[in-house]
C-alpha cells in the first residue's frame, strides 16, 4: 500500500494526518476514543504522525475513519 | 479514467478546489461515505484539498466510488448554500413558533427594544451635547 501518508516501520505502522485539516481539537478526540491502545503521536512540521508497534496497514486506515469523525465534528462544533 | 482522478495503488486521490467546495461541505460528504470507503484529506497547494478514496468493499469499482463522491460533494454544497440563504427565514419562522407558544415573550421583547431604543438616544443626546460645550 505505497501511498505517501501510511508507512511501514520497524515495528507497525504509522499514518500522518495534516494538522490544518485535522485539528487540535480532533486529536483530543481521538486520543479519548484510542486511550486503551499504545498509540504514538508525534509532531512533524505541519504533519502529526500516528503510531503503535501493533499496528496494522488496516489499523491505521481505521484510525483514518476515527480521526475523519472526530474532524468531522470538531469543524461543526465552530 | 476521469482526468481529475489519480489512481495510487488501489486508492484514487481527487483535487478539490476549496473556492467551489468549502471545508464544511468536503468533511460532511467525507463523513457520509465513511461506510464506502476510507477517506483521507490532504492539503494540495494554498487552493486545494486532495482526497482519498480507497473502497472498503474490495469488489468495488474505485473510479464509481470516487465519482459518487463527487456527487455527494454537491449535493453538501448545495445544502449548506440553501441553509444560509434560509437562515433568516428559518429564524423568523421558529421566533413566531416560540412567541405564539408563550405570548408574554413577546411584551417583554418589544419593551427590551424600547429601553434598548431610549439608552441609543440618551447616548446621542449626549454626545451632541458634548459636541455644543466645545
Not at chain 1, 62 to 72: G, I, Q, R
Not at chain 2, 105 to 118: G, M, N
Request: hydrophobic content about 40%; some cysteine; aromatic content about 10%.
Amino acid at each position: 500500500m505505497s501511498v505517501p501518508f501510511l508507512k511501514k516501520n520497524k515495528g507497525g505502522y504509522s499514518i500522518k494526518f495534516p494538522r490544518s485539516l485535522y485539528p487540535a481539537s480532533a486529536l483530543l478526540q481521538l486520543k479519548d476514543l484510542y486511550a486503551d491502545s499504545d498509540m504514538i503521536v508525534k509532531e512533524k512540521g505541519r504533519y502529526l504522525e500516528l503510531s503503535s508497534s501493533s499496528w496494522t496497514a488496516e489499523d491505521c486506515l481505521a484510525v483514518c475513519d476515527s480521526f475523519l469523525y472526530c474532524a468531522k465534528h470538531a469543524v461543526q462544533a465552530k | 479514467m476521469h482526468k481529475n482522478f489519480q489512481k495510487v495503488d488501489g486508492w484514487i486521490k481527487l483535487a478539490v478546489k476549496t473556492k467551489v467546495y468549502s471545508l464544511p461541505t468536503i468533511y460532511a460528504a467525507g463523513y457520509v461515505f465513511m461506510d464506502k470507503a476510507y477517506i483521507y484529506l490532504d492539503p494540495d497547494g494554498a487552493d486545494k484539498v486532495a482526497v482519498w478514496l480507497r473502497p472498503k468493499n474490495k469488489k468495488a469499482d474505485a473510479e464509481t466510488v470516487a465519482a459518487e463522491f463527487c456527487q455527494e460533494l454537491l449535493n453538501y454544497a448545495h445544502y449548506f448554500t440553501s441553509l444560509k440563504a434560509n437562515a433568516e427565514n428559518t429564524k423568523i419562522l421558529l421566533q413566531r413558533a416560540l412567541f405564539s407558544a408563550a405570548p408574554s415573550l413577546v411584551q417583554e421583547a418589544e419593551e427590551k427594544e424600547i429601553q434598548d431604543l431610549i439608552k441609543e438616544l440618551e447616548q446621542e443626546e449626549k454626545k451632541e451635547s458634548g459636541k455644543r460645550k466645545k
